[in-house]
């Protein structure tokens, strides 16, 4: 089993930046899993926002944070990132990581494990 733990989250003005980190525990191997972040915002449906592959030598991003958000990792610290500039009020959520294994993927189905979330709010 894995354990996942976000952090990093806060209340933010628009504009500005934070940075999430994703811990994981238990039964890791850090090179046989892709990791996911995801977010939801209140009232809505949970939504994709970047993944990794094993090695962090592959991301893909849904367009609403491209070239704003990245996402990275170091698999010598059982970590994953999500770095976010220029954030705007549409990017209030509570934001989790996942794992599966090994292929990098976009929708929750596809995920094994998840975290309990960190709450981001970005104020005007």
């Known amino acids: 089993q894995v354990q996942l733990v976000e952090s990093g989250g806060g209340l933010v003005q628009a504009g500005g930046s934070l940075r999430l980190s994703c811990a994981a525990s238990?039964?890791?191997?850090?090179?046989?899993?892709?990791m996911g972040w995801f977010r939801q915002a209140p009232g809505k449906e949970r939504e994709f926002v970047a993944t990794?592959?094993?090695?962090?030598?592959?991301?893909r991003y849904a367009d609403p944070v491209k070239g704003r958000f990245t996402i990275s990792r170091d698999n010598a610290k059982n970590t994953v990132y999500l770095q976010m500039n220029s954030l705007n009020v549409e990017d209030t959520a509570v934001y989790y990581c996942?794992?599966?294994?090994?292929?990098?993927?976009?929708?929750?189905?596809?995920?094994?494990?998840w975290g309990q979330g960190t709450q981001v709010i970005v104020s005007s």
């Open positions: 990794i592959s094993t090695t962090g030598g592959a991301t």
């Open positions: 996942a794992a599966r294994m090994l292929i990098m993927a976009e929708t929750m189905a596809e995920y094994d494990y």
């Open positions: 238990g039964r890791t191997r850090s090179s046989s899993y892709a």
